[in-house]
């Protein structure tokens, strides 16, 4: 069984940062990709930033020049470094987990972690 734990989330000021991390667990031998995806009240969930393996990255037009992803292969983390950010940030962050593999050969597909919720405010 393979699982998402998120951490850093939290209260910040508008034009302050953060930090999350995302680590994933049980037997895992590769992930494909890892992400970042937010959930606003009353909005649907959107990407915000991915990363292969490779370390090829894609982020959303919002968060470009604000947001950098990164990942540890070898740890099996990835991380959302959150700088200038703006009371439209405010939201359910998600780690997501795409196309692993695990030492036993299992596959799975489309993991999620439970959510960590960032609020930018004054």
């Known amino acids: 069984q393979v699982q998402l734990v998120e951490s850093g989330g939290g209260l910040v000021q508008p034009g302050g940062s953060l930090r999350l991390s995302c680590a994933a667990s049980g037997s895992i031998f590769s992930i494909n990709v890892m992400g970042w995806y937010r959930q606003a ?6 990407l915000v930033a991915r990363i292969t393996s490779g370390g090829s990255t894609n982020y959303a037009d919002s968060v470009k020049g604000r947001f950098t992803i990164s990942r540890d292969n070898a740890k099996n983390k990835v991380y959302l470094q959150m700088n200038s950010l703006k009371p439209e940030d405010t939201a359910v962050y998600y ?3 795409d196309r692993i593999v695990t ?10 972690g439970q959510g960590t919720l960032v609020t930018v405010s004054s």
């Open 41 to 46: 009240p009353g909005k649907e969930r959107e």
């Open 95 to 97: 780690c997501n987990a």
């Open 103 to 112: 030492m036993t050969l299992s596959r799975y597909f489309e993991v999620w």
